[in-house]
């Protein structure tokens, strides 16, 4: 989309990819995604989840990204493909590296 084009324009600093999604990280630890859904091409679906991300890592279908400020986790993506953490969220905190 047209959106997504003028986000990537400037600063992206690590492009990631599942199967059928990319997630781009900027400078400013903002994540821009898009693609198949399913595969974590829509992160705007939870933008409480877009903080300021120091690192993105993949698999097939789902992303995780490691929030600088608050040592968070959160993933999006296909849910039997780690996508879906929302029985261990509150296990996914104080995580500073992977």
């Known amino acids: 989309t047209r959106e997504v084009k003028a ?15 990319f997630s781009a990280l900027k400078e400013s630890g903002n994540v821009i995604s898009w693609g198949n859904e399913s595969d ?7 933008p409480e989840d877009r903080g300021e991300v120091a690192k993105i890592f993949c698999t097939e279908h789902a992303f995780a990204a490691l929030d600088r400020r608050e040592g968070r986790v959160c993933c999006w993506g296909h ?5 879906e953490t929302d029985h261990i969220f509150a296990e996914l905190v104080g995580i500073y590296e992977i």
């Open 7 to 21: 986000q990537l324009r400037s600063k992206v600093v690590a492009l990631h990819s599942t199967d059928q999604a």
């Open 79 to 83: 849910k039997d493909y780690g996508g």
């Open 40 to 46: 974590g091409g829509d992160i705007l679906a939870r």
